[in-house]
């Protein structure tokens, strides 16, 4: 059956020109694999063509355009079918990059503007008259969550080493927010992965928040994630399950969002390494009992080993530092942690499995992504055998 067509896009006043028009469809899931995915509070779905950078300086030309549903859809091929004939944009000045498209809770009108996707999809424009859009299950509309986040200040706790880390807030909290990581689909268009600020959003002046969110996704190439950002330092993680979510500051219920202060994390990343193999997320390897001290000897492996890099770093403050600053932080020899337990994965974007080991520790699997505009971090608490 040949896919549904969603969009055209063609020559309109924006360009003149007798090309025929470029027509979009949509490759919908296969229906086994999402049929307990609710889509229940889909009620709008906005679409964005994308051109090529025309080389002036005013970079891609970008149009976009929203429509609202009165019922929501309550499968893919509904959604589909509403979606029939819905969109039509006139070809961007530098020719067409690709589309994107992404169904929300909310309305088109919503001042916000910042939703995670329950669907989205996207393709790279590769020539020809006909565009295939793959749609992706995102997060379920009845997987909502809430979760009490805790952010601590790396700088702080390694500052407090070698007795035993003492969990601080970072000096400079602003935000705490809900979002997304999710592939982007433009190809060479754009970065493997985006990061979707979500609907939730505190202020914070203890690092500290109560978050709407989703449950963890343990198979999707997407992860819904809780960010942190202050004046001089950000924080970024998959939601993982409890009581992984702790880790190593977590206290009961929480889920912890590690703070990095910007300068000297985007200075501990080596810039080839991230050519070749994606971009970075910062970890740690600790106890998960007693003192809260770095594991050495520690070991990452990814669950696919040709989805990235694994390189161990050390991790230290300086001396006297107030408030506490971390060293930049530079690859140790070996293949395991040293005595401050760091790591660093080169990963394409995508979310992905690693398996964290220690001897004498429990193994430990845990859901990682990364993004190119942030840094996502991760600690890993290891119980003993």
Request: proline share 9%; hydrophobic share 40%.
């Amino acid at each position: 059956m040949r896919p549904p067509l969603f969009l055209a896009i063609a020559c309109g006043t924006a360009a003149a020109c007798t090309e025929p028009p470029i027509e979009m469809r949509l490759a919908l899931p296969d229906p086994a694999t999402v049929s307990e995915f609710d889509l229940s509070c889909v009620y709008a779905v906005k679409t964005r063509v994308i051109g090529n950078d025309r080389g002036d300086g005013r970079g891609t030309e970008v149009h976009e355009d929203c429509v609202d549903f009165d019922t929501a859809p309550q499968t893919f091929s509904e959604l589909a079918a509403r979606l029939r004939d819905q969109f039509r944009f006139d070809v961007p000045r530098g020719g067409l990059a690709g589309v994107q498209v992404s169904g929300f809770f909310g309305r088109c009108s919503d001042p916000t503007g910042t939703f995670e996707s329950i669907v989205y999809g996207g393709a790279p424009n590769e020539g020809g008259g006909t565009l295939t859009v793959p749609l992706k299950p995102g997060v379920s509309c009845n997987m909502t969550q809430g979760y009490n986040v805790r952010v601590f200040d790396l700088a702080a706790l390694y500052a407090t080493l070698p007795g035993g880390g003492t969990c601080a807030a970072p000096p400079d909290p602003v935000k705490i927010f809900a979002g997304l990581i999710r592939p982007s689909m433009l190809g060479d268009h754009a970065p493997p992965t985006a990061f979707e600020y979500g609907h939730s959003s505190v202020d914070t002046s203890d690092g500290m928040a109560r978050i709407q969110s989703y449950r963890p996704l343990t198979a999707a190439p997407a992860c819904s994630a809780i960010a942190y950002r202050g004046t001089a330092s950000v924080g970024l993680t998959c939601v993982r399950p409890s009581p992984q979510a702790r880790g190593v500051c977590g206290i009961g219920d929480e889920l912890e969002v590690i703070s990095l202060p910007i300068a000297q994390a985007a200075a501990s990343v080596d810039r080839a390494t991230s050519a070749t193999y994606g971009p970075v997320v910062f970890g740690s390897v600790w106890e998960a009992s007693g003192n809260r001290v770095p594991i050495a000897g520690a070991t990452v492996e990814l669950a696919d080993p040709s989805r990235g890099k694994v390189v161990y770093i050390d991790i230290s403050a300086e001396p006297g530092a107030s408030p506490p600053r971390l060293r930049q932080m530079v690859p140790v020899s070996g293949q395991a942690t040293n005595a401050s337990g760091g790591f660093l994965l080169y990963i394409p974007g995508e979310a992905t499995d690693i398996v964290v080991r220690a001897p004498n520790h429990m193994s430990q699997t845990v859901r990682v992504a990364s993004v190119g505009d942030t840094l996502p971090a991760v600690a890993v608490a290891l119980a003993r055998q």
